[in-house]
């Protein structure tokens, strides 16, 4: 073994033992706050993963969209929510702990067994490394042409979407006076926001 | 190309001709150039703090720090003595561990960032392809330690000054990025130095300002914003937050979060220069001088020279930027914290999408000026 | 490879009618936008003319199908037409039974058209998906869709409760199948169509893995078709969300993920045959059963309908099982009629409830004497959808069962009719108490039952939705031998059955004996 297959195996057991724990971190915490740090932290260790394997691209992309969005929006939405909500301690939590703990286990013992008793087949062809972002946008363009220009699609959706759940609605006054009244559905609002009453 | 002067290769080849086996020389050489950086870095935020006590100074008409060193520059190196023997306060009811760890992760993205800055052909710590992308996708880490920090501070004005770090630091990135994309489209790699040598050539004429001027504005409204400075320093607004994110902050974490900011602000206008004004080029092309001059460009004297000159080039561009910024701070008006966002989202984002399309489509329609 | 060699290779015309589909949103995105709230009058029917466009477009496709387009990545064969066609039809329905339910809830329209047709998009996508990169985004794009759709309501608790969990148990199925497939990937030696994982799957030895990738696999499936044990969520769901979307998720959500269970398990699992057929009767028998038994207890339209859809669901499966041309093509006749009749009395649940703002049950009582139309259509879907001779559903029922049992799926096929037996009994319930009860047992809502008028904007498109679904599931039940050969002709010709067909052995059988034939029922 040479220097260099000496320091990827050091930082690879390094990385993995980071992100092991910190994956654990996240599922035992009983804070929800140290639960997304944590989560950060798993999704930092896997972009090192990534780069161990020679994907520098993906690393970073990795870091961006899991790291700089996703955690971020995590973290904002426990930060933004400002009630203190005590819960009840449930009877007989740890059976439901011992339940869940015996089947993750269960799981895990299942797939490492796959992993280990699959003869896998073993790409020959050497790792493409610096010029991936070539590769990828290739491929882009050939044969994942179709879900690239779907996804777009389904962006433009979820950003409506999300506008539409998160504005305030308002309804105009005509529609609060007019004739449905005696037309009411199981789903109608409850409560109606005026447009004239409020100042924003 | 020519490659100029090569000092990793010239250092590795003098350790393998002491004997020593070339893995371990270039382990040898790994840490100089990281070192190099950091101490470059730390000298560049005592230089920019001393300017932006200085141009206060000059702006409010008052002589400033004069006491400490010619013209008081050695002020910022005492700040920082003075920081480091403070006492370390972590408030009550705060949260020690993300306290402690809040400023660290807002600190060590942008040190990291340095890693593709270039300051000549062969000086830097690593041309990686992805280059520019990775410095946005680390710049993405620092809103978690700004969120930490507020979260674990117990203290409402933190928090609020960590939302709002938040809030502002991802909904810059957006038009940051998409500016970037138009000159990466331009010069078809994302390595730094690929982007500089794009504009390389034409002397001042080359330089991407002139065929990006929109991106040019946006990035620079962007990466103000991205550093937090004024007139985008909403998230440390005295008046409203205290300090922000900062305010149960003292000694050296404080320091850390003081030094992030001058740093960042020194990575913004080096990348600025990169991006836009030709990096480590002269406004006259060296290889045109020497030519006149009638010397070889692969004359080592004359590679000494051209390596320098690229250094000076590029840190004059960048403290030019540093100026603006220091100057900008002391002269305009805080934005309202609706006004950044309608301003970031609303106005910014558009422009920059547009600016990508149109960038897009001049380098379809003019190959030869806008990057074949 | 240059870009005019690579456009003439990808085939792209064949997604015409997701194009249309993606055009129409975006029109629909902009009226609105430019004409805000008096563009209610104009998006629905916009959206109404770009489905009906896209439905051209699919006809037209159905000379001459082409089964690779986008290297690989979408086949347009005529199975997936089929499903396109149910996708596009149920998307036409739901949105003309929405139009007065949105206005009349205080939300607006304009997004709720512009989400309903990315679902739709999504689901066409997912019919015609031949690689796995596809099949996921195009699944995303259906299930983010529908959990928005879900949650429309938003002042609504129940909308809002409806839209969590159906999002939490989708985002955890989706996990589920995203595991499977990237276990595909692997197991494959780094492939994503399925006809090359199946190709590579073959050649090598792996029998673990590939058993977990199907069951992670046939989880993400079975629920998006809701089928039972995985069907937590739909009551609730169903109960909670708008019900013009419960209309939509129930007929097109339902197809797409027919489609790609078919699409996804006949072309990469048939070293696994065996065992997913295995899994499938499961499923099946479990689905019908409790389904049905379930729904013989339910008080609220709404959840008798989810159950019931469970159930139905499980008769699908057996044409699935069946694995032969008939079974392949009775599914796909039962998917389409069901799309009628189903529709169809949920545009009468939408009405009542719009006339009298409740769903339960028991408030039917009477209903005959105050609103004829009401009656005559939920009556006849719901007899349909129970089977009654001599309406569309008998016709499914008949072909689905009897493609069974020429399978030997008598297991299977004995509980299809006992519980189709049962699910008679609660749909025959509601139809009781809306025809029989004297005038004094009327319900408190029927007595006040509101003037029937067709005034108010949307309720004429309801209306028309109404007939038309009421008619076509009357009129498929007698006219059922042209649908039928066409649901045959589409297996036909279908590549990927055909060779798996082939492959199992089953020899080609004459369309139908004549003992079950249309022209003479029973």
């Not at chain 2, 200085?54 to 002589?63: D, L």
């Not at chain 2, 409204?221 to 305010?247: M, N, S």
């Not at chain 3, 590939?210 to 969520?233: D, E, M, R, T, Y």
Request: hydrophobic share 55%.
């Amino acid at each position: 073994m040479n220097l260099a297959e000496g320091v990827q195996l050091v930082s690879f057991i390094i990385l993995a033992v980071a992100m092991i724990g910190a994956a654990l971190g996240v599922v035992l915490s009983p804070s929800v706050v140290y639960a997304a740090f944590l989560l950060g932290a798993v999704f930092i260790s896997i972009s090192g993963l990534y780069l161990l394997l020679n994907a520098s691209f993906v690393a970073a992309a990795q870091i961006l969209i899991y790291v700089g969005a996703v955690n971020v929006l995590i973290l904002f939405a426990i930060m933004l929510v400002n009630k203190r909500e005590d819960f009840q301690p449930v009877k007989f939590a740890w059976v439901r702990k011992a339940v869940t703990g015996g089947v993750c286990a269960g799981l895990f013992l299942l797939l490492g067994t796959t992993i280990i008793t699959t003869p896998w087949a073993f790409s020959t062809e050497t790792p493409i490394g610096d010029d991936a972002i070539y590769l990828i946008g290739e491929h882009f363009f050939s044969d994942f042409l179709l879900p690239f220009e779907l996804a777009s699609v389904l962006l433009l959706m979820a950003l409506i979407g999300a506008i539409v759940l998160a504005r305030r609605d308002f309804l105009p006054d005509a529609a609060l006076t007019s004739d449905i009244e005696n037309l009411k559905l199981p789903e109608r609002p409850r409560e109606l926001v005026s447009a004239a009453k409020t100042e924003q | 190309m020519n490659s100029g002067i090569d000092l990793q290769g010239t250092f590795i080849t003098s350790l393998t001709d002491l004997g020593l086996p070339p893995g371990l020389a270039k382990v040898f050489w790994m840490p100089l150039p990281m070192l190099l950086m950091i101490i470059g870095a730390t000298v560049a935020i005592l230089v920019s703090v001393w300017l932006e006590r200085k141009i206060s100074a000059a702006a409010q008409q008052r002589v400033g720090p004069e006491y400490v060193g010619p013209q008081g520059s050695l002020q910022p190196a005492m700040d920082g003595l003075k920081l480091i023997f403070k006492e370390d306060i972590i408030p009550g009811n705060a949260d020690s561990i993300l306290f402690t760890l809040g400023p660290i992760l807002v600190i060590l993205p942008v040190f990291i960032s340095f890693l593709i800055v270039p300051f000549g052909q062969n000086l830097l710590i690593s041309d990686v392809t992805i280059g520019v992308f990775l410095w946005i996708a680390l710049a993405s880490i620092q809103p978690i330690g700004l969120l930490m920090s507020g979260y674990a501070s117990n203290n409402k004005y933190s928090l609020l000054g960590g939302l709002r770090a938040a809030a502002q630091s991802i909904s810059y990135e957006i038009p940051l990025a998409l500016a970037v994309l138009a000159v990466v489209l331009m010069s078809n790699s994302l390595s730094t130095i690929d982007i500089v040598q794009q504009q390389s050539g034409y002397g001042i004429l080359g330089w991407n300002v002139w065929r990006q001027p929109v991106g040019f504005v946006i990035f620079w409204i962007a990466a103000l914003a991205e550093c937090e400075r004024l007139p985008f320093d909403l998230p440390e607004a005295e008046e409203e937050l205290v300090a922000g994110y900062q305010t149960e902050y003292s000694g050296m974490k404080f320091a850390l979060f003081y030094m992030a900011s001058y740093v960042n602000l020194v990575l913004s206008a080096l990348l600025v220069v990169v991006l836009y004004l030709g990096g480590w080029e002269s406004p006259i092309p060296v290889g045109f001088l020497a030519d006149l001059l009638g010397v070889s460009e692969t004359n080592s004297a004359v590679q000494v020279i051209t390596a320098s000159l690229g250094i000076l080039m590029t840190m004059f561009k960048t403290y030019l930027f540093v100026f603006l910024a220091i100057l900008l701070r002391w002269t305009t008006p805080r934005v309202r914290i609706d006004q950044l966002l309608n301003l970031g989202w609303k106005f910014l984002l558009p422009v920059a999408l547009a600016n990508l399309l149109i960038t897009a489509a001049l380098k379809l329609a003019f190959p030869f000026a806008f990057g074949g | 490879m240059d870009v005019a060699n690579l456009a003439s290779q990808l085939n792209a015309g064949l997604i015409l009618p997701e194009g249309i589909v993606i055009i129409t949103l975006l029109l629909v995105l902009v009226v609105d936008l430019i004409q805000g709230r008096k563009a209610n009058r104009v998006t629905p029917y916009i959206g109404i003319g770009g489905l009906l466009a896209s439905l051209g477009a699919i006809a037209f496709q159905w000379d001459n199908p082409v089964s690779n387009a986008f290297l690989g990545s979408f086949s347009s064969d005529p199975l997936s037409l089929v499903f396109r066609a149910i996708i596009v039809l149920s998307a036409m329905v739901t949105i003309m039974i929405s139009i007065r339910y949105v206005e009349q809830s205080g939300t607006s329209l304009g997004e709720f058209i512009t989400i309903l047709l990315t679902a739709s998009v999504g689901g066409m996508v997912l019919s015609g998906a031949n690689e796995l990169v596809t099949i996921f985004v195009a699944l995303e794009t259906l299930s983010i869709s529908s959990y928005l759709l879900t949650g429309y309501m938003k002042r609504d608790p129940r909308s809002n409760e409806a839209a969590l969990k159906y999002l939490l148990i989708g985002a955890s199925s989706s996990a589920l199948f995203l595991y499977g497939v990237s276990l595909l990937y692997g197991l494959s030696g780094g492939q994503t169509e399925l006809v090359a994982i199946a190709t590579n799957l073959a050649a090598s030895d792996q029998s673990l893995g590939l058993v977990i990738a199907l069951v992670f696999v046939i989880a993400g499936v079975a629920f998006k078709i809701s089928a039972v044990p995985f069907h937590q969520w739909t009551p609730d769901v169903y109960e909670g969300s708008p019900t013009p979307v419960v209309a939509f998720l129930s007929v097109g959500s339902k197809a797409a993920g027919f489609a790609l269970a078919t699409r996804m398990l006949i072309t990469v699992f048939p070293l696994l045959t065996d065992e997913w057929h295995f899994v499938f009767t499961a499923l099946a028998i479990l689905s019908m059963v409790l389904g049905n038994i379930v729904a013989l207890a339910q008080t609220s339209m709404k959840r008798l309908l989810a159950y019931s859809s469970i159930g139905q669901a499980g008769f699908v499966m057996i044409g699935l099982i069946a694995a032969t041309e008939v079974g392949y093509a009775s599914m796909l006749f039962y998917l389409f009629i069901y799309l009628f009749m189903n529709l169809g009395g949920f545009a009468c649940i939408i009405l009542f409830s719009l006339r009298t703002g409740t769903d339960q049950i028991s408030e039917y009582a009477g209903l005959y004497q105050k609103d004829p139309l009401i009656t005559l259509g939920l009556s006849l879907c719901l007899l349909s959808l129970g089977g009654i001779p001599p309406l569309a559903g008998f016709f499914g029922k008949l072909y689905l069962f009897w493609a069974g049992w020429q399978a030997g799926l008598y297991t299977l096929v004995l509980v299809g009719l006992f519980t189709s037996v049962i699910s008679i009994y609660y749909y025959i319930r509601v139809v009781k108490m809306m025809v029989v009860k004297e005038p004094q047992e009327m319900s408190e809502v029927v007595k006040n039952y509101p003037k029937v008028t067709w005034d108010l904007p949307g309720l004429k498109s309801l209306q028309v939705a109404l007939v038309l679904t009421v008619v076509a599931t009357t009129l498929i039940g007698i006219l059922s031998n042209p649908v039928f050969t066409l649901a045959t002709d589409s297996v036909n010709n279908t590549p990927f059955l055909k060779l798996d067909l082939a492959r199992t052995g089953t020899q080609p059988v004459a369309v139908l004996p004549e003992a079950i034939a249309p022209a003479n029922p029973l």
